[in-house]
């Protein structure tokens, strides 16, 4: 598959549009928690950040989508708005529904450069979804909650690799058919983004303790285990990615730089003293 031809863009936005699945949050079988369970969801300190970002996110994107002139591509975007905003209406009903208390975040704005806007969402949503991914393994093998609760999430994360997956193959197309395809150029790209990305995460993590911004992964990364070391954050990141990308056609593009990162973070680890690394035994990089 050749980026940046037409078929290419088919692919990309066909298998979009086609993997869709509908639902209406309103409508989940949404369970019955114990007092320990709702005293759980309720301490996480992700939800105002969550959704302030996705209402963000649904405004912006559909925004976004108006602009563009390619029919394929646009419908292809504007489904991602209709999910981006689905997602927001599905935190505020968890959050009415187990009574979660939060300051109501402030109301969503249309960026003034909007394409900008949206490209470093997509690279910053494909850093944040690396770590969602491991965070949501790291939750479900403590039972942190009831399954039946991660089974309502399932399909978020789901959507939410589709968006990355979609980003890079968008991203890569308007390079090409904009002059930038050479390999290096586009290398550059997006390592200015995924720079800007990374700096916005450290931040995020280093102010995780409050709710009023940040990453939704870095704000729940303590949350789920007292147990959580470098090498154990790495090696089931690693191993969720994989099973989320395992999913998608192979001729498409697939987000490269944290799975890169943390392979050779995980090699780094394996040469440091025991003592140092202390990775979990159930979980470690010789399970990769």
């Keep these: 598959m050749k980026v940046g031809?037409?078929?290419?863009?088919?692919?990309?936005?066909?298998?979009?549009?086609?993997?869709?699945?509908?639902?209406?949050?309103?409508?989940?079988?949404?369970?019955?928690?114990?007092?320990?369970?709702?005293?759980?969801?309720?301490?996480?300190?992700?939800?105002?950040?969550?959704?302030?970002?996705?209402?963000?996110?649904?405004?912006?994107?559909?925004?976004f989508a108006e602009t563009i002139t390619d029919p394929m591509i646009r419908e292809a975007i504007a489904l991602q708005a209709k999910e981006e905003t689905r997602h927001g209406r599905l935190l505020e009903f968890l959050i009415k529904h187990y009574d979660v208390q939060i300051n109501e975040p402030a109301p969503p704005t249309v960026p003034p450069n909007i394409a900008q806007e949206f490209i470093d969402f997509g690279f910053g949503e494909c850093l944040d979804s690396y770590f969602a991914f491991g965070m949501f393994d790291l939750a479900r093998q403590t039972s942190y909650f009831p399954e039946a609760l991660f089974t309502i999430f399932d399909p978020i994360l789901y959507e939410e690799a589709r968006h990355i997956v979609f980003f890079v193959n968008w991203v890569s197309y308007m390079q090409v058919n904009q002059g930038r395809g050479f390999v290096p150029l586009r290398v550059a790209h997006a390592g200015v983004h995924y720079g800007r990305a990374l700096l916005h995460l450290a931040k995020s993590f280093t102010s995780a303790g409050g709710s009023t911004g940040g990453s939704f992964a870095a704000a729940g990364a303590g949350a789920f285990t007292d147990n959580l070391?470098?090498?154990?954050?790495?090696?089931?990141?690693?191993?969720?990615?994989?099973?989320?990308?395992?999913?998608?056609?192979?001729?498409?593009?697939?987000?490269?730089?944290?799975?890169k990162l943390s392979a050779i973070a995980l090699q780094v680890l394996k040469l440091l003293p025991q003592s140092q690394s202390a990775p979990n035994p159930e979980i470690s990089a010789s399970n990769l």
């Design 5 to 63: 031809s037409e078929a290419h863009k088919e692919l990309f936005c066909k298998s979009f549009i086609e993997s869709y699945q509908d639902y209406e949050p309103e409508t989940l079988p949404w369970p019955q928690l114990d007092d320990a369970a709702l005293a759980r969801l309720r301490g996480i300190p992700f939800w105002q950040i969550a959704l302030q970002t996705e209402r963000q996110a649904g405004v912006m994107v559909s925004a």
């Design 229 to 259: 070391t470098p090498a154990r954050v790495f090696s089931v990141c690693l191993q969720e990615n994989e099973k989320r990308m395992s999913s998608f056609d192979d001729r498409l593009l697939q987000p490269r730089l944290l799975p």
